[in-house]
């Protein structure tokens, strides 16, 4: 399980999915987004997209609980931006961080 706190505009490390195939991984946020905007983003072939659900790009502004579809091994990260002094505690069970981010 990775978590931690967004404190400023940013992004977390990029987290992968340990969850098996069909299994949905949990993204929880919780305290204050600061006015900010946090996206959901996965990594394909070293570049950076917005993750989709239902067609649409998955984007926060306030404290959430809910399950995704990811398959086994998808790199996502947590990229808040246009924030005022956020205090974003965020966590993701199944899923690991990568060493380095």
Known sequence: MAHGKLNADGS?????TTTKEGAK???????SFGGGTLAVEKLVNGTTYPL?????A??????DDDMYNLAPRT???LTLSGATSPTL???VPG???????
Do not use: C, F, H, M
């Open 58 to 63: 998955i984007t926060l502004t306030a404290p």
């Open 25 to 31: 991984t949990n993204i929880l946020l919780g305290g």
């Open 12 to 16: 977390t490390g990029w987290l992968t």
């Open 52 to 56: 989709y659900e239902n067609g649409v």
């Open 89 to 91: 505690d965020w966590e």
């Open 95 to 101: 899923t690991i961080e990568k060493l380095g981010s």
């Open 75 to 77: 790199q996502i990260r």
